[in-house]
C-alpha cells in the first residue's frame, strides 16, 4: 500500500535537518564521526515511521544507528519522532538499499535490521526481494566478519524463501522462529508488527551471521533493480 502524500513535506523535511544524511557518500569510511566512541554501527533497512528504530536507539545509546529509507513521506515521520524524543544516535538517509557499498566501507556495519520488507510474492520479482542472496552477498560487503542482519516477517512464504538463501549467501542462521510472540512480546515491535500480532498473526524472525562464503556459480547478477522495503 502507497502511503498517502504528506502535506508540506518539504517544510517538515527541513524541520529535521539534523536528523538526515543528505550526502552519505561523503561519510564512507568516516560514519562514527556523527558519533565518536560509539560501540556498533547499526542500519536498518526500510525503518517506515521509524518506531522501531527510535525505541531501540532509545535503548541503546551507546550506538549509532542509521536507517535508509526510499520514501520520503514515511522518513519524514521517523526524523520527526527522533527529534521529538531528543535522539542523538540516529540519523535517516534516503536511498536504495542496493547502494550501501557506496555509502559504507568494508566491514564498518556491525549490524543490519530488515523488518517486514515488500515479500515481492511474483516468483519473476523474487530478485527484488532484500533477502534474496543477492543483496545478502551485497550487504556482506559492508558487514564485519561476524557481523549480523536481524530479519523479521508476517510473510511464511519470504520467510522459508529467505532462511534457504541466507546459507546461500554465506550466513549461518541462528534465533529461528515462526512464532516469535509465542510467549508474549518478544524485544521491540513496528508500528506494523504490532498490527498484525494484535490480529493473530505469527512473527518469523531469524539471525544470519556472517560467515564464508560458499562456492558460488557462474554468472550470480548483483542486484540491479531498485530495491523496495
Known amino acids: 500500500m502507497r502511503m498517502r502524500r504528506k502535506k508540506n513535506l518539504g ?9 538526515q544524511i543528505k550526502d552519505p557518500k561523503a561519510l564512507r569510511g568516516n560514519w562514527r564521526s556523527l558519533m565518536p566512541g560509539a560501540k556498533e554501527l547499526r542500519l536498518e533497512l526500510g525503518c517506515g515511521k521509524g518506531r522501531f528504530t527510535c525505541q531501540t536507539a532509545a535503548a541503546n545509546p551507546d550506538i549509532l544507528f542509521v536507517a535508509v529509507e526510499r520514501v520520503p513521506d514515511a522518513m519524514v515521520m521517523a526524523m520527526e519522532k527522533a527529534r521529538d524524543m531528543g535522539l542523538t544516535n ?6 536504495d538499499a542496493a547502494l550501501l557499498p557506496e555509502f559504507f566501507e568494508p566491514e564498518e556495519v556491525d549490524l543490519i535490521y530488515i523488518n517486514f520488507c515488500d515479500p515481492w510474492p511474483p516468483k519473476r520479482h523474487a530478485k527484488r526481494r532484500l533477502t534474496h542472496r543477492n543483496f545478502l552477498k551485497l ?15 508476517d510473510n511464511a512464504p519470504l520467510f522459508e524463501f529467505s532462511v534457504l538463501e541466507f546459507p546461500e549467501a554465506g550466513y549461518d542462521l541462528e534465533e529461528v522462529t515462526r512464532d516469535l510472540h509465542a510467549d508474549g512480546v518478544c524485544g521491540i515491535m513496528t508500528d506494523y508488527e504490532e498490527r498484525f500480532h494484535n490480529m493473530g498473526t505469527k512473527i518469523n524472525r531469524c539471525v544470519g551471521v556472517k560467515g564464508e562464503l560458499p562456492p558460488q556459480p557462474e554468472g ?10
Open 11 to 19: 517544510p517538515r523535511m527541513e524541520a529535521c535537518a539534523a536528523w
Open 220 to 229: 550470480e547478477e548483483d542486484p540491479k533493480e531498485p530495491a523496495e522495503a
Open 90 to 95: 540516529v540519523f535517516y538517509v534516503d536511498a
Open 139 to 153: 550487504y556482506r560487503e559492508v558487514l564485519k566478519e561476524k557481523g549480523q542482519i536481524h530479519f523479521k516477517t
